[in-house]
């Protein structure tokens, strides 16, 4: 009877009605401290830190009341060293105050990578293992051996480089390629109309090299070096013609399409083997590159 006379009594609902009071103030004051602790609805546009240093952007992101994180970093030749390649968040996204920016920026250093141990292995691997590595088949220098198509050695800027050697990531190993016990030749390619980088990926396909590059006088600038394609090669890719395994072809290249013809193709400059720059007194002036 006491229990029934409680639950209907005056006191327990003054009770119940202040414990809700002081419920709700709470729930109240723990939103209204959140939205302050978060800066609710306030937001703010990311900048576009691309190209930017670290002692470039760092001034800004105090401004803007942002912290950073540089994460990692990559490495592009004609981007500056230090600069923001990436940011996360994107540029115009919107953040709250204090977010983070996440930095990848470009090496200090251009990437170094270590020269693989090709010994022993064929060609064929070498090539493959070399571009896993980022580096670039450079010139195949063959040499009388009883093993055909095995490296024997590899060279960097024209001297023996060991395993393990730091170089910068793209550069050119030369490799020494058993020539085997026979006198093994290949057909000779035609290269006309092919820049030179075409001609070095099909002559190494044939187990070539690409030996002097000449440029005539209308490729001025480097840009036309891009653009240059060869109209002239000696050895000529005639009927029947073969060159011993590792051999060279020199190549002549301009940018004036007038300059493939089959009247041009066929003109014989005769060519010593230690090649020297020659300028012919003729109006197609030849510039002879080592």
């Known amino acids: 009877m006491l229990f029934l006379k409680f639950l209907i009594s005056k006191v327990l609902y003054k009770?119940?009605?202040?414990?809700?009071?002081?419920l709700a103030v709470i729930i109240t004051a723990t939103f209204i401290g959140i939205n302050i602790y978060t800066h609710h609805g306030e937001a703010?546009?990311?900048?576009?830190?691309?190209?930017?240093?670290?002692?470039?952007?760092?001034?800004?992101?105090?401004?803007?009341?942002?912290?950073?994180?540089?994460?990692?970093?990559?490495?592009?030749?004609?981007?500056?060293?230090?600069?923001?390649?990436?940011?996360?968040p994107k540029a115009g996204a919107k953040v709250k105050?204090?977010?983070?920016?996440?930095?990848?920026?470009?090496?200090?250093?251009?990437?170094?990578?270590?020269?693989?141990?090709?010994?022993?292995?064929?060609?064929?691997?070498?090539?493959?293992?070399?571009?896993?590595?980022?580096?670039?088949t450079g010139e195949l220098i063959y040499v009388p051996s009883e093993y055909t198509n095995l490296v024997l050695g590899q060279h960097f800027e024209g001297k023996a480089i060991s395993p393990g050697t730091s170089v910068q990531k793209g550069s050119v190993i030369d490799l020494l390629i058993g020539q085997g016990l026979s006198n093994k030749k290949t057909n000779i390619p035609n290269l006309s109309g092919l820049s030179i980088d075409e001609a070095k990926y099909l002559c190494q396909s044939a187990s070539l090299n690409i030996g002097a590059?000449?440029?005539?006088?209308?490729?001025?600038?480097?840009?036309?070096?891009?653009?240059?394609?060869?109209?002239k090669q000696h050895p000529m890719p005639?009927?029947?013609?073969?060159?011993?395994?590792?051999?060279?072809?020199?190549?002549?290249?301009?940018?004036?399409?007038?300059?493939?013809?089959?009247?041009?193709?066929?003109?014989?400059?005769?060519?010593?083997?230690?090649?020297?720059?020659?300028?012919?007194?003729?109006?197609?002036?030849?510039a002879i590159t080592e």
């Open 15 to 22: 009770h119940l009605a202040m414990a809700v009071g002081v």
């Open 44 to 88: 703010y546009e990311v900048p576009d830190f691309s190209g930017l240093t670290e002692s470039q952007f760092k001034e800004l992101i105090k401004q803007k009341e942002f912290r950073y994180n540089i994460i990692d970093s990559v490495h592009f030749d004609d981007i500056l060293p230090g600069a923001v390649v990436e940011q996360i």
């Open 97 to 136: 105050k204090n977010r983070t920016i996440h930095f990848t920026i470009n090496a200090l250093m251009p990437e170094q990578v270590q020269v693989p141990n090709l010994v022993d292995y064929s060609l064929r691997n070498a090539k493959v293992i070399l571009e896993s590595y980022g580096l670039i």
């Open 213 to 231: 590059s000449m440029y005539d006088e209308s490729v001025q600038t480097p840009e036309d070096s891009l653009f240059a394609f060869i109209w």
């Open 238 to 286: 005639t009927e029947g013609s073969r060159l011993q395994l590792g051999s060279s072809i020199d190549v002549w290249l301009s940018v004036d399409s007038s300059k493939i013809r089959p009247d041009t193709l066929g003109i014989d400059i005769p060519l010593t083997d230690s090649i020297q720059t020659v300028i012919p007194e003729t109006t197609d002036n030849i």
